[in-house]
């Protein structure tokens, strides 16, 4: 089982390079059938593809669950897998993906070096974007106010406050605190911010600590300003909080920039500024995670499908499509021009924001986490026999799984 960290992508990067390729220069005949997350990055990339096969894309917030047995069996029900830095993890485990360095070395010259997924030295994926978690706020508000963007959590706290005495908001924040893994992506990224570490040697836990209390405690303060019901917001229920005129700062995935700010279904189209995710520490780095999302290729397929799957979807992450589409995503693609939806995951790459610490021990610890943690916030327990209770569920999980 893979419990070691993936190879860190270089994402302080240089964006802008000069590129051009062809949007496709070969058709494959054979159909390939690809399974990724759905949203708006996905649907355009895979819609790309379909210029270059008969592609059959299947977008669905669920393939996390469904990726692991669809491509265990033989053949594998899906040529591609769109993953990220945490849903790779089960795949390299269960050995249904295969390595692609022949791939790379015939057809991927316009890769660049961060683009290319490492584990044990060998290409095991290709990025195609970068995600983050950052601040998004309510630049309207915050001038009439006279509020700078917050660059911390106490600063957060108190321009909520502020907002909430002007009686403009009852409830100006809002967070991915849907129980479950929205809520450990949470914990994980406050602690992470407070100079935890989650494991100590043999993969036992080690959060019942100093900063695993600061952590729950951060987390309860913001939910002071939140509507009562926060416990089920998640990503798509943040971005609508922002958009309905119901919340005026949220750290939101880099993903959902753009549709907070669309004038299409926005009430506050053109009011909205995006930063670095707050430090959880005064002048620390970004409380936050850097995400990778991209591409994979199933094991259980033959040679040939293999390879048309990888030029299918090489196809698809030009310089042309992600300058089309650079409102869209933080494309890791050579020749992308940055915009401002990107300002707030280039701001958390350019301070110092960590990647996100993939591997088997951690997802089973985000899984406690996220189980477990609500019960301190909604006033059930301690913060330190919460965190025992974590350490506990985790314990469980990891004999179970053979990681102790």
């Not at 491509?71 to 769109?82: D, V």
């Not at 926060?230 to 990503?235: G, M």
């Amino acid at each position: 089982m893979l419990n070691k960290k993936l190879s860190a992508i270089a994402l302080a990067l240089s964006l802008i390079a000069p590129a051009a390729y062809a949007n496709c220069d070969f058709k494959s005949q054979i159909e390939v059938k690809s399974l990724s997350a759905s949203f708006q990055a996905w649907k355009i990339v895979t819609d790309e593809m379909k210029k270059c096969s008969k592609v059959r894309a299947e977008l669905d917030n669920e393939f996390r669950i469904k990726q692991p047995a669809a491509l265990a069996t033989n053949p594998s029900l899906y040529h591609i897998a769109g993953v990220a830095t945490e849903t790779l993890v089960p795949l390299l485990n269960e050995q249904t993906i295969r390595p692609l360095d022949d791939l790379v070395e015939k057809y991927g010259q316009q890769l660049q070096p961060n683009q290319l997924i490492k584990v044990d030295g060998q290409i095991m994926a290709i990025a195609m974007m970068i995600n983050s978690q950052h601040l998004v706020y309510r630049k309207d508000i915050l001038e009439q106010l006279n509020i700078a963007p917050p660059t911390s959590y106490d600063e957060v706290l108190a321009a909520a406050e502020k907002i909430r005495e002007a009686g403009i908001m009852r409830y100006p924040l809002s967070g991915t605190f849907q129980t479950g893994w929205n809520l450990g992506m949470e914990f994980t990224n406050m602690y992470l911010g407070f100079g935890g570490s989650f494991f100590e040697g043999d993969n036992q836990p080690s959060i019942n600590n100093e900063a695993g209390i600061k952590t729950l405690e951060m987390l309860k303060a913001m939910t002071e300003y939140m509507e009562p019901e926060y416990l089920i917001a998640d990503s798509t229920h943040v971005q609508k909080q922002i958009q309905q005129n119901k919340s005026a700062m949220a750290n939101l995935w880099g993903s959902r920039a753009s549709a907070v700010d669309d004038e299409k279904e926005s009430q506050v189209s053109g009011k909205v500024g995006f930063a670095a995710a707050p430090s959880a520490i005064q002048g620390g780095k970004p409380a936050s995670t850097l995400w990778w999302d991209g591409f994979t290729i199933a094991s259980n397929i033959s040679d040939e499908e293999a390879e048309a799957a990888f030029r299918v979807a090489l196809s698809s992450i030009t310089p042309d499509m992600a300058n089309d589409n650079k409102d869209v995503a933080t494309w890791l693609i050579k020749g992308f021009e940055p915009g401002k939806y990107s300002q707030g995951a280039i701001a958390n790459a350019m301070s110092g924001t960590p990647a996100y610490p993939a591997s088997s021990s951690m997802g089973m610890m985000q899984a406690a986490l996220g189980t477990t943690i609500s019960d301190y916030l909604v006033g059930g327990t301690s913060a330190s026999a919460t965190l025992a209770e974590v350490e506990s569920k985790y314990l469980a999980s990891a004999k179970e799984q053979g990681l102790l």
